[in-house]
Protein backbone atom coordinates (compact mmCIF):
# COMPACT_ATOMS: atom_id res chain seq x y z
CA UNK A 1 0.00 0.00 0.00
CA UNK A 2 1.25 3.52 -0.81
CA UNK A 3 0.31 6.58 1.13
CA UNK A 4 1.29 9.85 -0.74
CA UNK A 5 3.57 12.33 1.24
CA UNK A 6 5.45 16.06 0.47
CA UNK A 7 8.32 16.96 1.45
CA UNK A 8 9.94 20.41 0.70
CA UNK A 9 13.43 20.44 -0.31
CA UNK A 10 14.03 24.01 -1.64
CA UNK A 11 16.92 25.98 -0.38
CA UNK A 12 18.25 23.05 1.80
CA UNK A 13 19.18 20.47 -0.92
CA UNK A 14 19.55 22.14 -4.50
CA UNK A 15 20.85 20.67 -7.51
CA UNK A 16 22.43 23.62 -9.28
CA UNK A 17 23.89 26.99 -8.85
CA UNK A 18 20.71 29.25 -7.35
CA UNK A 19 22.19 31.96 -8.38
CA UNK A 20 21.84 31.88 -11.92
CA UNK A 21 18.51 31.65 -14.55
CA UNK A 22 19.38 28.23 -15.57
CA UNK A 23 19.94 26.66 -12.22
CA UNK A 24 16.63 28.10 -10.25
CA UNK A 25 15.23 26.55 -13.22
CA UNK A 26 16.61 23.18 -12.43
CA UNK A 27 16.25 23.92 -8.70
CA UNK A 28 12.49 24.27 -9.25
CA UNK A 29 12.06 20.93 -9.97
CA UNK A 30 8.84 18.00 -8.20
CA UNK A 31 10.63 14.41 -7.94
CA UNK A 32 8.23 11.69 -7.36
CA UNK A 33 9.81 8.67 -5.07
CA UNK A 34 7.64 5.11 -5.16
CA UNK A 35 9.93 2.95 -2.11
CA UNK A 36 8.57 -0.44 -0.84
CA UNK A 37 10.57 -2.20 2.49
CA UNK A 38 13.51 -4.68 1.33
CA UNK A 39 13.12 -7.94 1.65
CA UNK A 40 15.72 -9.27 4.00
CA UNK A 41 15.31 -12.80 3.01
CA UNK A 42 14.63 -15.17 -0.48
CA UNK A 43 11.36 -15.62 -0.33
CA UNK A 44 10.24 -19.61 -0.69
CA UNK A 45 7.79 -20.18 -3.80
CA UNK A 46 5.02 -22.25 -2.87
CA UNK A 47 4.17 -24.06 -6.43
CA UNK A 48 1.45 -26.57 -5.23
CA UNK A 49 -1.95 -25.05 -6.71
CA UNK A 50 -5.11 -25.96 -4.71
CA UNK A 51 -8.00 -27.64 -6.26
CA UNK A 52 -10.60 -25.42 -7.56
CA UNK A 53 -14.31 -26.46 -8.41
CA UNK A 54 -14.87 -22.93 -10.29
CA UNK A 55 -14.88 -22.62 -14.22
CA UNK A 56 -11.05 -22.92 -15.23
CA UNK A 57 -9.69 -22.81 -18.67
CA UNK A 58 -6.13 -21.09 -20.34
CA UNK A 59 -5.98 -17.18 -20.06
CA UNK A 60 -6.76 -17.36 -24.27
CA UNK A 61 -9.08 -19.28 -24.27
CA UNK A 62 -11.49 -17.96 -21.28
CA UNK A 63 -14.24 -18.65 -18.93
CA UNK A 64 -17.69 -17.75 -18.42
CA UNK A 65 -18.25 -17.70 -14.45
CA UNK A 66 -21.57 -19.27 -13.30
CA UNK A 67 -22.99 -16.65 -12.22
CA UNK A 68 -27.04 -16.67 -12.01
CA UNK A 69 -27.78 -13.25 -10.69
CA UNK A 70 -25.65 -10.89 -13.19
CA UNK A 71 -25.08 -10.81 -16.99
CA UNK A 72 -23.06 -14.01 -18.63
CA UNK A 73 -19.65 -12.63 -19.31
CA UNK A 74 -16.42 -13.73 -21.24
CA UNK A 75 -13.13 -13.22 -19.10
CA UNK A 76 -9.92 -13.95 -20.96
CA UNK A 77 -6.48 -12.28 -20.62
CA UNK A 78 -3.89 -12.65 -22.79
CA UNK A 79 -0.76 -11.53 -21.49
CA UNK A 80 0.18 -9.82 -18.37
CA UNK A 81 3.64 -7.38 -18.02
CA UNK A 82 5.74 -6.20 -15.37
CA UNK A 83 6.08 -1.82 -15.36
CA UNK A 84 8.37 -0.61 -12.78
CA UNK A 85 9.07 -3.74 -11.34
CA UNK A 86 4.78 -3.75 -10.80
CA UNK A 87 2.73 -6.65 -12.24
CA UNK A 88 -0.48 -5.73 -14.69
CA UNK A 89 -2.48 -7.50 -15.75
CA UNK A 90 -5.31 -6.81 -18.94
CA UNK A 91 -8.19 -8.21 -18.03
CA UNK A 92 -10.88 -8.57 -21.55
CA UNK A 93 -14.18 -8.94 -20.56
CA UNK A 94 -17.28 -9.50 -23.14
CA UNK A 95 -20.80 -9.33 -22.27
CA UNK A 96 -22.87 -12.35 -23.71
CA UNK A 97 -25.92 -10.70 -24.47
CA UNK A 98 -27.38 -8.02 -26.75
CA UNK A 99 -28.46 -5.21 -24.44
CA UNK A 100 -27.43 -1.37 -24.51
CA UNK A 101 -27.18 1.35 -21.82
CA UNK A 102 -28.39 -1.63 -18.96
CA UNK A 103 -28.38 -0.42 -15.14
CA UNK A 104 -26.01 -4.18 -14.70
CA UNK A 105 -22.30 -3.90 -15.00
CA UNK A 106 -19.50 -6.36 -14.13
CA UNK A 107 -20.03 -6.84 -10.44
CA UNK A 108 -19.21 -9.69 -8.06
CA UNK A 109 -15.38 -9.45 -8.64
CA UNK A 110 -14.97 -7.51 -5.51
CA UNK A 111 -16.07 -10.38 -2.96
CA UNK A 112 -12.64 -11.26 -1.88
CA UNK A 113 -11.65 -7.95 0.01
CA UNK A 114 -11.46 -8.19 3.90
CA UNK A 115 -13.76 -5.17 5.09
CA UNK A 116 -11.69 -2.57 6.68
CA UNK A 117 -12.89 1.30 7.76
CA UNK A 118 -9.88 2.72 5.24
CA UNK A 119 -10.61 0.27 2.38
CA UNK A 120 -13.11 0.65 -0.22
CA UNK A 121 -12.92 -2.48 -1.96
CA UNK A 122 -16.98 -2.38 -3.52
CA UNK A 123 -17.64 -1.60 -7.26
CA UNK A 124 -14.24 -2.79 -8.21
CA UNK A 125 -12.20 -5.90 -9.14
CA UNK A 126 -9.71 -5.57 -6.24
CA UNK A 127 -11.02 -9.20 -5.37
CA UNK A 128 -9.23 -10.96 -8.43
CA UNK A 129 -5.65 -12.25 -6.95
CA UNK A 130 -2.55 -13.93 -9.03
CA UNK A 131 -2.70 -17.39 -7.68
CA UNK A 132 1.26 -18.28 -7.07
CA UNK A 133 0.88 -22.20 -4.93
CA UNK A 134 -1.62 -22.03 -2.41
CA UNK A 135 -1.30 -17.87 -1.77
CA UNK A 136 -3.29 -15.30 -3.60
CA UNK A 137 -2.25 -11.66 -4.12
CA UNK A 138 -4.28 -8.89 -4.66
CA UNK A 139 -4.13 -5.71 -6.66
CA UNK A 140 -2.05 -2.84 -4.91
CA UNK A 141 -3.92 -0.10 -3.02
CA UNK A 142 -3.73 3.75 -3.26
CA UNK A 143 -5.14 6.65 -1.55
CA UNK A 144 -7.77 8.18 -4.11
CA UNK A 145 -9.45 10.88 -2.12
CA UNK A 146 -9.29 14.05 0.41
CA UNK A 147 -10.58 11.13 2.74
CA UNK A 148 -7.31 9.20 2.97
CA UNK A 149 -9.40 5.89 2.03
CA UNK A 150 -7.80 3.01 0.16
CA UNK A 151 -9.23 1.63 -3.19
CA UNK A 152 -7.41 -0.96 -5.34
CA UNK A 153 -5.64 -0.16 -8.76
CA UNK A 154 -8.10 -1.20 -10.43
CA UNK A 155 -11.42 0.22 -12.49
CA UNK A 156 -13.19 2.02 -9.74
CA UNK A 157 -16.66 1.57 -11.48
CA UNK A 158 -16.56 -1.42 -13.18
CA UNK A 159 -20.69 -1.78 -12.56
CA UNK A 160 -21.34 1.62 -14.88
CA UNK A 161 -22.35 0.73 -18.73
CA UNK A 162 -21.15 -1.86 -20.54
CA UNK A 163 -23.13 -3.09 -23.83
CA UNK A 164 -23.56 -6.81 -24.64
CA UNK A 165 -20.72 -7.99 -27.15
CA UNK A 166 -18.46 -4.69 -26.77
CA UNK A 167 -15.27 -5.50 -24.89
CA UNK A 168 -13.93 -3.81 -22.37
CA UNK A 169 -10.48 -4.39 -20.63
CA UNK A 170 -9.82 -3.92 -16.98
CA UNK A 171 -6.46 -2.83 -15.80
CA UNK A 172 -5.04 -4.76 -12.82
CA UNK A 173 -2.20 -3.77 -10.82
CA UNK A 174 -0.25 -5.60 -8.39
CA UNK A 175 2.39 -4.74 -6.02
CA UNK A 176 5.98 -4.87 -6.79
CA UNK A 177 7.90 -8.34 -6.92
CA UNK A 178 5.29 -11.07 -6.39
CA UNK A 179 7.35 -14.52 -5.46
CA UNK A 180 7.56 -17.05 -8.11
CA UNK A 181 6.14 -13.77 -10.97
CA UNK A 182 8.96 -12.94 -13.52
CA UNK A 183 9.29 -12.32 -17.11
CA UNK A 184 8.99 -15.18 -19.66
CA UNK A 185 6.89 -16.88 -16.84
CA UNK A 186 3.24 -17.38 -16.71
CA UNK A 187 0.74 -16.92 -14.10
CA UNK A 188 -2.88 -17.92 -12.96
CA UNK A 189 -5.52 -15.53 -12.34
CA UNK A 190 -8.20 -16.08 -10.01
CA UNK A 191 -11.68 -15.31 -8.15
CA UNK A 192 -13.49 -17.36 -6.16
CA UNK A 193 -14.16 -18.18 -2.24
CA UNK A 194 -16.49 -21.27 -0.81
CA UNK A 195 -20.15 -20.07 -2.08
CA UNK A 196 -18.98 -17.52 -4.82
CA UNK A 197 -21.21 -17.41 -7.78
CA UNK A 198 -18.28 -15.33 -9.45
CA UNK A 199 -15.41 -17.97 -9.57
CA UNK A 200 -13.23 -18.57 -11.86
CA UNK A 201 -9.69 -19.45 -12.65
CA UNK A 202 -7.54 -18.29 -15.48
CA UNK A 203 -4.06 -19.93 -16.37
CA UNK A 204 -1.02 -20.06 -18.76
CA UNK A 205 -1.02 -16.35 -19.04
CA UNK A 206 2.37 -15.08 -20.37
CA UNK A 207 4.76 -12.39 -18.63
CA UNK A 208 6.25 -10.19 -20.90
CA UNK A 209 9.06 -7.96 -19.84
Do not use: C
Not at 28 to 49: G, M, N, P, W, Y
Not at 103 to 115: H, K, Q, R
Amino acid sequence: MYGPGAVGRGESDPIADNDTVEGRTRNRRVEVLISTAQKDAAQTVETTVPPFDGPTATGEEGVVPEDDATRPTHLRATEARIVKGHLVVSLEAVVQDDEVDSVWGLVGYDSMIAPRDDLQGLRTHGGIGVLTGSVLTFPAYHQFDADRLLAPLTDLYPASRIDGGVPRVLELVYPRDIPGIAPGGTLTLQHGRPGSRHDFRLTDIPIAG
